[in-house]
Every structure is written in C-alpha cells, then in structure tokens.
C-alpha cells in the first residue's frame, strides 16, 4: 500500500532562517506531489505542484519554492523565512491521471518568531 | 472549480447517523463531487467521491441529487472519531498539474457526542 511521509511534524524557526521540509511518498511510481498551507481557521491554498522530477509549478507568488530530486521525494524551501509564512504545511500526492484523490500526510506544523 | 457551500458546524449522537449537506449549484457537468474529512492537527483524509450515482464505501455513502445541484454525506454510524471538519469539493478529475488541485473551502465542523 502507499503511504506519505512527512518531516518534521513541528518546526519552530526565527525569521530570516532557512527552511526545509521533506516528503517521501512509498509505494507508487510517478506520483502527482502537491504543497498545500494551511493558515489558522482558513482553507488549504495549493502553493505546488509537480507531475515529474524537476518540473515544478507554482500556483501563487511567495518566499517559498520546491524541488523534487527524485520522483517520490518532494522539498519544500526557503532561504529567509517571513513572519507570514507561519503555517500548517501539508503534502499530498495523487495518481497521475483519471478520478484518483489526493492522499495527505499528516503536515509539518511551523512557528516562525 | 465550482464553489461549495456547507453549514459552519452540525453536531450528531453517537451512533445515530450524521448527513452532512453541500451545495453546489454552479457544478459543470464534468465535475466530480469529492468528500474529504480532517481531524484535528491532522492531513486532510480522502472519504468518498462521485459523479452523478449515488456512491458507497467503508466509510460513508454519498447522495448527489438528480441535477447535481447538492450532495449528501452520510456517516451511518457515527463515532466520537468521526469528530473532524468536513470538506465538500467539486473538480475536474485529475488529469495531472493545476486541472486536478484541491480547493478547500473552510467546510463543515461535525462534532459526535456521546
């Protein structure tokens, strides 16, 4: 069976720090890989996503981006974390084509001061 | 994707059956419906998803009415654990990139009581 990895599950960081989360998904081949956030009491906002190794596609500007070396691992960056970009981050992936939902993993809560 | 609307909140018994309503009255004809759930501090958690028929799984059934307009959720035996907000979303299926994303709304939170 698939399942979804994600790390850490809390993060606290200062501003202006670096950041890396990382998402290894097991169990599938070629996997669609999204970045979502979620802010405190809203909906989740797509930030990426990525059909194949090396192509990556942003759905709104930010101070963040993503890479993903190898076809189940999925890396979300920043070189000077912001105040906003506090959040619940969550990673899912999906099948590549037809009605297949998106499976997530349990989220990286992070805390910027 | 056409937008949803769901009640803010719906308490249930436990143990009796909870239906969760959505609306969705712009919905294309291609659109699927889909049901997602999240409990507390958790990832979101696929439920349920449909097109027209009504659908059934381990987890709950789904009512979509005749014109697609709206759509039921029904968790027929409710449990403390089913405590979570629930999320209605129409889409396209995913043929892969930005056609197939999830638009989360702020969906609905079912608390089960004892």
């Known amino acids: 069976s698939q399942t979804i990895h994600q790390w850490p599950a809390t993060l606290v960081q200062p501003v202006g720090s670096p950041l890396s989360l990382e998402c290894t998904v097991e169990?599938?081949?070629?996997?669609?890989l999204y970045w979502y956030r979620q802010a405190a009491g809203r909906g989740l906002q797509l930030l990426f996503y990525s059909v194949g190794i090396g192509q990556i596609s942003s759905e709104v500007p930010q101070n963040l981006s993503a890479s993903r070396p190898q076809d189940r691992q999925f890396i979300l960056s920043s070189k000077k974390l912001l105040l906003s970009d506090s959040g619940f981050y969550l990673c899912?992936?999906?099948?590549?084509?037809?009605?297949?939902?998106?499976?997530f993993g349990d989220g990286t809560r992070l805390s910027i001061l | 994707d056409a937008k949803t609307t769901q009640p803010t909140s719906m308490d249930c018994a436990e143990g009796r059956a909870a239906n969760l309503p959505c609306n969705h009255s712009t919905i294309s004809g291609n659109e699927y419906v889909y049901w997602y759930r999240q409990i507390h501090s958790q990832g979101p958690q696929y439920i349920i998803h449909g097109l027209k028929n009504n659908e059934t799984n381990e987890m709950a059934s789904l009512i979509i009415t005749e014109d697609r307009k709206s759509s039921t959720l029904i968790l027929p035996h409710a449990t403390l654990r089913d405590t979570a907000v629930y999320y209605c979303i129409v889409r396209v299926p995913n043929y892969g990139g930005s056609q197939g994303n999830l638009i989360f709304g702020k969906g609905t939170k079912l608390s089960v009581k004892p």
């Open positions: 899912a992936w999906s099948v590549q084509t037809g009605l297949w939902p998106q499976h």
């Open positions: 169990g599938t081949s070629n996997p669609n």
